[in-house]
């Protein structure tokens, strides 16, 4: 499975974005999928993963009252919806396949990632 992003750019704070992820190679509604994000300087940060149907299966606190998980198995694409955006959420965003492991959630599969900028 190989996962692309696509739907990033540029913002002002409190605008919004909606990020997408497509899949080839296998079909894309056989997976959980979950989306993280790397700001400069900083680690990896999980932020959504949701399940083969559709279900949330997890959010972030840090953006649960501003982002939201979805997915289109017809159309074979997973979003993520981000609202009230601010220079916090600027990073490159990356979706991947997505579980619950020991301690959290696990993510593989990484794609590219496509990268979000918020201006003041």
């Known amino acids: 499975l190989q996962l692309v992003e696509t739907g990033g750019g540029l913002v002002q704070t409190g605008g919004s974005l909606r990020l997408s992820c497509s899949g080839s190679g296998d079909n894309l509604e056989y997976y959980a999928i979950g989306w993280s994000r790397q700001a400069p300087g900083k680690g990896r940060e999980n932020l959504a993963c949701v399940n083969n149907v559709g279900v949330t299966a997890f959010l972030a606190d840090s953006v649960k009252d501003r982002f939201t998980i979805s997915r289109d198995n017809n159309k074979n694409f997973v979003y993520l919806q981000m609202d009230n955006l601010n220079s916090g959420d600027t990073a490159v965003y990356y979706c991947?396949?997505?579980?619950?492991?020991?301690?959290?959630?696990?993510?593989?599969?990484w794609g590219q990632g496509t990268q979000v900028t918020v201006s003041p």
């Open positions: 991947a396949t997505c579980w619950a492991g020991v301690q959290g959630y696990d993510y593989d599969d």
